[in-house]
C-alpha cells in the first residue's frame, strides 16, 4: 500500500549541496524532507586514520571562504575541521610550455587561508549527521522512481511505493538529475573528450600548503594539498584532466610508471612520487540547464550545472546556489507566501544563472587558451599571465572574487 506524506519542501539527494539546503531550509522553519538512496548506516561508518594513500578518499574539494562560511552558518564547518582537513595559503599556476606563471597569496588578501581541501566523505558525513539531529525528515535508503503531478498538487514517487507531496521539489540529485530530466528542462552539454583522473599520492618533499597547477595542451594537473591526522604534509590529491587516448594510457600504467609520469609533468616541484593510491578516471562533461526552475521544481548544484575541473570551482558553484536559494524562501517564509511562489523562483535563476554562466565562460576560454600551441597565442597567454601576476590589485582582486570574498 501506498502512503501519501506531506510537506512543505522535498530535497532529493542528499549529497554535499542538498544536505546543505535541507539544514539551511529546516533553519528557517519550513517542514523539510530529504530524500536519500543511501541507507543513513553510511554517514555514520568511523573514520579510519589516514596511515597512507588508500586512507584518503579520491574525490575533494576546494573549499573557498564564501563556502565556508556558510557551513559555518549552518554550523557544519566545527565538525569539518575537527576532521582531516587542509587549509592552503598559496596558490601556484604556470604554463607547462612556457614562462607565464602566477602565484597566489593569502596574506596579501588579509585571510590566513586561500580555501581549504577537503574529501567529499568527510563533508557529507558532517552534514548528514547534522541532519539526523535536526528535525528534517530523513527518508533514507530508498530511490527516487518517478515525479507525478495532479492539477495543482506534485511530488516524487518512491521504489517502496510511496507517494510525497511538497509545494516546492528541490532537484539536488547530480549531473545525470533525473527529475530535471522526467520534468523536461533541457540543458546545453557538450563532451570535452576528456577524461580525469584522481588519485593520492606522497611526495618526499612537503607540500608547503601550496595549491599546485600546471596547464599543458592536453590538460591541466592539480597537486592540492592534503595532510593526515599526524600533520603529514607529504599528501595530495591529484586531479590531471588529460585527452582520452592519453588518460587510457596514463591509467593502464602500473604505479611505478604512473608514478614516474606524475612527477616530469609536475616538473618535480615536490621532488619524487614515492606512493600512489589506486586510480580513477571518469570522463569530462560541461552541461547546462537552460532553466533552473519550473512550477514546484526548483535544480540546484550539479543537477542544474556541470563545469570543466581545472579551477576546482564546482562546490563553490554549489553553495552559491545554495546561499541564493535560502536567501530568497528565507524572504519567501517572512513574508508568509509559499515556497513555490512564481517570482521567489524567478529570482532565485536570475541570481546564479549570470554568476555560473560567467565562471564556465571563463574555464571553457582557459581551457581552450592553453589547448591551442600556435607561437602567437602561446606568447599571448604567457605574456597576460606574467603581467597579471606583477599587477598586484588586479590579480589579488580577482582571487577574492573567486574566494568570494568580495
Not at 612537503?206 to 597537486?223: E, K, V, Y
Not at 550545472?305 to 554549489?318: K, R
Request: charged share 25%; hydrophobic share 45%; net charge negative.
Amino acid at each position: 500500500m501506498s502512503a501519501r506524506q506531506h510537506f512543505d519542501i522535498l530535497v532529493v539527494g542528499g549529497g554535499m549541496t542538498g544536505a546543505a539546503t535541507a539544514l539551511g531550509l529546516a533553519r528557517q522553519g519550513w517542514q523539510v524532507a530529504l530524500v536519500e538512496s543511501q541507507p543513513r548506516s553510511v554517514w555514520s561508518e568511523a573514520l579510519a586514520p589516514a596511515d597512507g594513500v588508500d586512507a584518503f578518499e579520491p574525490r575533494v574539494s576546494a573549499l573557498a571562504l564564501a563556502s565556508q562560511r556558510l557551513l559555518s552558518e549552518l554550523g557544519v564547518w566545527p565538525a569539518v575541521t575537527a576532521r582531516r582537513h587542509c587549509p592552503y595559503a598559496h596558490m601556484d599556476v604556470w604554463d607547462g610550455d612556457g614562462t607565464g606563471r602566477i602565484r597566489f597569496e593569502a596574506a596579501e588578501l588579509g585571510v590566513l587561508a586561500l580555501g581549504a581541501i577537503v574529501e567529499n566523505r568527510i563533508l557529507v558525513q558532517a552534514l548528514m549527521a547534522a541532519v539526523m539531529d535536526s528535525d528534517i525528515e530523513l527518508i533514507d535508503g530508498v530511490t527516487v522512481s518517478g515525479w507525478w503531478e495532479q492539477g495543482h498538487e506534485r511530488g516524487i514517487r518512491l521504489d517502496d511505493g510511496r507517494h510525497l507531496q511538497a509545494a516546492l521539489v528541490v532537484a539536488a540529485d547530480g549531473p545525470n538529475s533525473r527529475l530535471r530530466q522526467w520534468t523536461g528542462l533541457p540543458t546545453r552539454e557538450w563532451d570535452y573528450d576528456q577524461q580525469g583522473i584522481v588519485c593520492t599520492v606522497r611526495t618526499t618533499q612537503s607540500h608547503d600548503h601550496t595549491a599546485w597547477q600546471r596547464f599543458t595542451p592536453t590538460g591541466p594537473l592539480a597537486f592540492l594539498p592534503l595532510a593526515n591526522e599526524a600533520g603529514d604534509r607529504c599528501y595530495s590529491s591529484i586531479v590531471w584532466s588529460q585527452d582520452t587516448a592519453e588518460a587510457r594510457r596514463l591509467m593502464a600504467l602500473d604505479d611505478a610508471a604512473f608514478a614516474a609520469e606524475l612527477e616530469a609533468a609536475i616538473e618535480r616541484r615536490l621532488g619524487a612520487v614515492e606512493q600512489v593510491s589506486r586510480r580513477h578516471a571518469f570522463p569530462l562533461r560541461q552541461r547546462h540547464a537552460k532553466d533552473y526552475v519550473r512550477p514546484g521544481l526548483v535544480l540546484i548544484g550539479d543537477a542544474a550545472h556541470t563545469i570543466h575541473p581545472l579551477a576546482g570551482q564546482g562546490v563553490n558553484l554549489g553553495y552559491g546556489d545554495v546561499r541564493a536559494l535560502l536567501d530568497e524562501l528565507g524572504r519567501a517564509r517572512d513574508a508568509g507566501l509559499p515556497a513555490d511562489e512564481p517570482m521567489m523562483l524567478s529570482r532565485y535563476q536570475r541570481r546564479r544563472k549570470g554568476e555560473n554562466l560567467a565562471m564556465m565562460a571563463a574555464m571553457e576560454g582557459f581551457k581552450q587558451l592553453f589547448a591551442r600551441d600556435e607561437l602567437p597565442l602561446r606568447w599571448v597567454r604567457n605574456a597576460g599571465m606574467r603581467w597579471l601576476d606583477e599587477a598586484g590589485p588586479l590579480k589579488n582582486r580577482l582571487a577574492a572574487q573567486a574566494m568570494g570574498l568580495e
